[in-house]
């Protein structure tokens, strides 16, 4: 069973009509193998789809062509068996809108040594074949992801997977609609941005609404709805006294359900596949949506609090391309550090909105005040982030592009427990150490909220980047204060003069 199963890659083989009969059938016949030999691999997430070998410039065209119109196909993989003279590509490769992977490998691992002749080497070309092609792919200026090896190894298989989930990135983001409730939070700078760049950048649709649209609708579900919720929560979670069936704070079990009921019913019928709300907008709404943007979260949903849509957009794109892994992956702030040289360490955490899916343990459902917003206390869940590898990745506009960096980090358990602290949390060492992590985040302008992953690496997040076309930083082990900087006044130039005349 395929997690993304439901969206395809094309592989496409290039060759000639030079060749004789024989040899292209027996093309055919081998690239069929490594098409089926992909497709049953786990670690590619879509139908890998075989197409018949393209041997001439109509070909290639109509083949590219039918790729960029198909509905279900995310990416297209092309490899060369034989020699395919590039100039045939050119007008294929111009039409094609879907994100390119250029798998440079052999059918056969080995070389015969004792029995190779000519028929053998006429055959198996790709070491030439695929410098032919990668020459006119590097002319055209392609944006592409470049794999070499055997197409049996798990190294090669595990790319190619990588990229396709990033590819189902993609066309979520080209096919994302985000509702708004209210504004981005006053006078935040990272939180605004352009919407209209975010359209013709990535493709979402973001569009604000009333959060009286949400209050009235809060107010038309039927109890019988909240009761099942309710349910729901105490079959799930660890729910605090206060909160049970005669407790103080049952009737604001009941609201909060009555949020995510009403918050369900308007994504669903909006086809909404991210939402952004506020604490400073918050009327007829009696407290701020908290379980219930978690749950949302939990369920695949983007997510981004303060009016981040940037972020919940990104939320919502690595919980796509993260789909079937395990890990989870949730809105996220970097709060405050343990600075103690011996081991420093961020805590993220957020006001309520952390998705319970980073958590490995059992959750509780809780009730405490909120210090701003001004409305009752809200219903929460709080956990402990499981430990691992992780990364944290945020999206920033610059003002003339967009940019993404990501941080790879370790989380690790709390130095102590944190017993007093009501919100889902998660404590990290980021890579290479703290203070270079932290400073070359700042000095790319980085912003407070991310979206932590413990299911997906910053490859996915770096082959999407380069499919949309945005600007990715890489914070890791080998990151260097200075190499970072020169990275960044690099970059600078770069997309001032890749922007063009406009
Ligand atoms: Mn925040």
């Not at 407290?287 to 981040?308: K, S």
């Not at 219903?379 to 993404?404: E, H, Q, Y």
Request: hydrophobic residues 45%; contains cysteine; aromatic residues 8%.
């Amino acid at each position: 069973m395929k997690a993304l199963g439901e969206f395809e890659i094309w592989f496409l083989t290039g060759s000639q009509d030079l060749y004789g009969e024989d040899t292209l059938r027996q093309v055919a016949e081998n690239s069929e193998v490594i098409v089926a030999g992909l497709d049953e691999s786990d670690a590619i997430p879509v139908r890998v789809v075989w197409k018949p070998v393209v041997k001439n410039p109509e070909a290639i065209l109509s083949a590219c062509i039918e790729a960029s119109a198909s509905g279900k196909c995310v990416g297209v993989i092309v490899w060369m068996h034989t020699f395919s003279p590039a100039r045939m590509w050119i007008a294929g490769l111009q039409a094609l809108t879907k994100p390119l992977l250029h798998l440079h490998t052999q059918f056969n691992r080995d070389l015969p040594w004792t029995e190779i002749d000519m028929d053998f080497m006429n055959l198996n070309q790709a070491a030439h074949g695929d410098r032919e092609f990668a020459h006119i792919e590097a002319r055209l200026g392609l944006s592409r992801k470049t794999v070499a090896g055997h197409w049996q190894e798990q190294r090669v298989q595990d790319r190619i997977g990588i990229w396709s989930r990033a590819a189902c990135g993609l066309y979520e983001a080209k096919h994302l609609k985000l509702a708004r409730f209210g504004d981005n939070m006053r006078n935040v700078a990272v939180t605004e941005g352009d919407k209209v760049s975010a359209q013709m950048q990535f493709g979402v649709s973001v569009n604000g609404f009333g959060v009286g649209d949400l209050s009235d609708a809060v107010r038309a579900v039927a109890d019988a709805k909240v009761d099942d919720l309710v349910q729901v929560y105490e079959a799930s979670y660890n729910v605090a006294p206060s909160l049970r069936v005669g407790g103080s704070d049952r009737e604001s079990l009941r609201e909060a359900a009555r949020i995510e009921v009403a918050l369900r019913e308007f994504m669903t019928a909006g086809g909404f596949g991210a939402i952004t709300d506020t604490f400073e907008n918050l009327d007829g709404l009696k407290q701020l949506p908290g379980i219930a943007a978690q749950r949302l979260m939990a369920d695949g949903y983007g997510f981004g609090a303060e009016g981040d849509w940037k972020t919940a957009v990104m939320v919502r794109l690595v919980k796509v391309m993260a789909k079937g892994l395990p890990g989870g992956t949730s809105f996220m702030e970097d709060y405050t550090y343990h600075l103690d040289p011996a081991g420093p360490k961020v805590l993220g955490a957020h006001m309520l909105e952390v998705c319970p899916s980073i958590s490995d343990k059992q959750v509780s459902c809780e009730i405490h005040p909120l210090s701003i917003g001004g409305k009752s206390d809200p219903v929460r869940l709080v956990f402990d982030a499981g430990p691992g590898p992780a990364i944290v990745t945020a999206l920033m506009d610059m003002g003339d592009r967009f940019r993404i960096v990501v941080n790879e980090i370790d989380l690790v358990a709390p130095d102590k427990p944190m017993a007093k602290l009501p919100v889902g949390r998660a404590v990290w060492q980021p890579r290479p150490n703290l203070a270079t992590a932290t400073e070359t985040w700042l000095m790319s302008g980085g912003s407070h909220h991310t979206v932590l992953s413990r299911a997906v690496g910053a490859e996915v997040i770096a082959d999407f980047a380069e499919m949309a076309g945005v600007e990715f930083l890489l914070i890791d082990a080998d990151t260097t204060v200075a190499s970072f900087k020169k990275e960044l006044r690099w970059n600078e130039a770069y997309y001032h003069l890749a922007r063009g005349l406009r």
